[in-house]
Structures are given as C-alpha cells and as structure tokens.
C-alpha cells in the first residue's frame, strides 16, 4: 500500500521562461524558490506547503495545442481568498478568463491560461446562495 500525505509539487512544461515568470510572479503573484542547478532551465514557487515547477521544454507532449477554456481538461486549482478581487486584477492585467460561478463543483471558479496554454483555475468557496 502508498500511504499518500500530500501533493509535494505539480510540473508544468513552457517553452519561454522569462513569459512564463512574468506570468506566475506578476498575474498569479507566486514567490519564487530556490531551485537546485539541474541542466534544464525553469523555476520553482512556493505556493502554501506545495511547490509549482516550470520546466522548459519546447517539445513537451503536455503541451495544448488549443487554448480553449475548458474545465474538462487536464488543469491546475490554486485556491484564492477573494474572488472579485482576482477579477479585477486579471481585468487590470489584460488577462481572457471565463467565469464559473455557483456551478456544481461547490465553489466558485476562474479559468485562464498561462502563455503556454496550461489551464489554470482560481476558485474559492461559494458565497452565494444557489436559488431555489
């Protein structure tokens, strides 16, 4: 049996890694960590007691060839305290999102993409009632 206590990291592939830091420290105000000397280029960010890794591969096999919106693909959910308050900023910072709000999942939901086309979903706890 795997006794699993915890996600310990995700790894996404990008092809620029300068878009992408620009992306994940300025759009999704990630802190970047340290990250030992491997061959390949990419970044490493703390994000609560889990850690986010770009590699960069041009030829990577995860990345979309559509960029489309779409919750039913393959993603990563960062968990955010305000909801209104990342409209905003993605407003501000020029970023396409689509909204979810109230749907089945149980909270509250934004999809975007990075440069690259990985999906990305912001969401937080529901805070409205659902009618009925």
Avoid at 58 to 86: C, P, W, Y
Avoid at 94 to 114: A, K, P, Y
Wanted: proline share 2%.
């Amino acid at each position: 049996m795997i006794w699993n206590e915890a996600i310990q990291h995700v790894s996404l592939s990008v092809t620029n890694l300068q878009a992408a830091k620009h992306f994940y420290e300025n759009v999704l105000c990630l802190t970047e960590i340290d990250r030992p000397p491997f061959d390949s280029e990419g970044v490493w960010y703390k994000i609560g007691n889990q850690q986010l890794h770009l590699l960069v591969d041009e030829n990577s096999q995860t990345l979309r060839k559509q960029h489309n919106l779409v919750s039913t693909e393959g993603h990563m959910a960062l968990r955010i305290a305000d909801f209104q308050a990342a409209v905003e900023w993605l407003t501000k910072h020029h970023i396409e999102f689509r909204e979810d709000v109230n749907g089945v999942s149980g909270f509250d939901q934004i999809f975007l993409n990075d440069p690259d086309g990985n999906l990305i979903e912001l969401n937080v706890e529901q805070t409205r009632q659902e009618e009925g």
